[in-house]
């Protein structure tokens, strides 16, 4: 079950609509995600459980309560009368139609709540869809997201956890004035022994890469280089190892000397 049919599913279990077999299938699947996924899962049932626009404002009478009860007291008192002969011959009962009156405005409204709730969640899903097929999330997360293996679980991680700290670089005069457009984000986690960079960046000029360096204290200098990659403008992370606090880094872009011209950097951070 994928990640968006688990969220459907956990929509329409809050609404109890599921048969027994989705029930299974959908709890089998609730059981097997990290448990960031269950909170997020646990948190859209509530908003479901505790919706209320998707009821009729109804005001019943003052006077409906005892009506109902008084007609149902006598309809369970009064006699049995003598069978007729002709057995498919029909009298008035006054005493049960008011009640039947009251028990088929009920059961039509509760068909109108679930037919709105149905609809809703349709539309929800569906809307969800179009913002997938559009290009809502980049192909390289949707294909993660779906992936079982570690750097599926990994990239889900980096999307729902909630105690994920993010510092994001800063465009530097340079990308301003020449427009460029690539941003990343440094991402440590407490229970991480390294920090990775997430970044989504413009196809690099031809014949040179991109670089991560470290940047001496004073800014003049690269003291190391800590990542070397190519880009095709899709989300992409790697890892960096442990950053000390204080550290500076620069994106730069370097040929095929190597050389870091820090006066070319594209975007700039400190930790």
């Known amino acids: 079950m994928t990640l968006q049919e688990l969220f459907e599913n956990a929509h329409l279990d809050a609404l109890g609509m599921l048969d027994p077999a989705e029930q299974a299938a959908f709890e089998k699947a609730y059981a097997a995600v990290s448990p960031s996924v269950k909170a997020q899962l646990r948190a859209e049932q509530a908003r479901w459980a505790a919706q209320q626009v998707l009821l009729p404002e109804v005001e019943p009478s003052e006077d409906l309560k005892s009506r109902v009860l008084a007609a149902v007291a006598e309809a369970q008192l009064a006699p049995v009368g003598a069978q007729e002969e002709?057995?498919?011959?029909?009298?008035?009962?006054?005493?049960?139609?008011?009640?039947?009156?009251?028990?088929?405005?009920?059961?039509?409204?509760?068909?109108?709540?679930?037919?709105?709730?149905?609809?809703?969640?349709?539309?929800?899903?569906?809307?969800?869809?179009?913002?997938?097929?559009?290009?809502?999330?980049?192909?390289?997360?949707?294909?993660?997201?779906?992936?079982?293996?570690?750097?599926?679980?990994?990239?889900?991680?980096?999307?729902?956890?909630?105690?994920?700290?993010?510092?994001?670089?800063?465009?530097?005069?340079?990308?301003?004035?020449?427009?460029f457009a690539g941003r990343m984000t440094v991402l440590s986690r407490d229970s991480w022994t390294q920090a990775r960079i997430a970044m989504v960046l413009p196809q690099a000029s031809p014949g040179r890469q991109y670089c991560l360096v470290e940047v001496s204290q004073d800014g003049n200098e690269a003291e190391r280089k800590l990542q070397t990659f190519d880009s095709g403008g899709l989300l992409q992370s790697v890892t960096v190892g442990a950053i000390e606090q204080g550290t500076k880094l620069a994106l730069v872009t370097i040929g095929a000397d190597g050389r870091v011209d820090l006066k070319g950097a594209l975007l700039t951070i400190t930790i």
């Open 86 to 179: 002709d057995a498919l011959s029909f009298s008035t009962a006054r005493r049960v139609s008011r009640w039947w009156r009251v028990s088929s405005i009920g059961l039509a409204t509760a068909a109108v709540v679930l037919l709105m709730a149905f609809l809703y969640v349709g539309q929800t899903n569906e809307r969800l869809r179009e913002d997938l097929s559009r290009g809502g999330f980049d192909d390289s997360i949707r294909l993660a997201l779906g992936r079982g293996d570690e750097a599926g679980t990994h990239l889900r991680d980096l999307l729902l956890a909630p105690d994920v700290k993010r510092a994001v670089f800063v465009r530097t005069a340079l990308a301003e004035s020449t427009g």
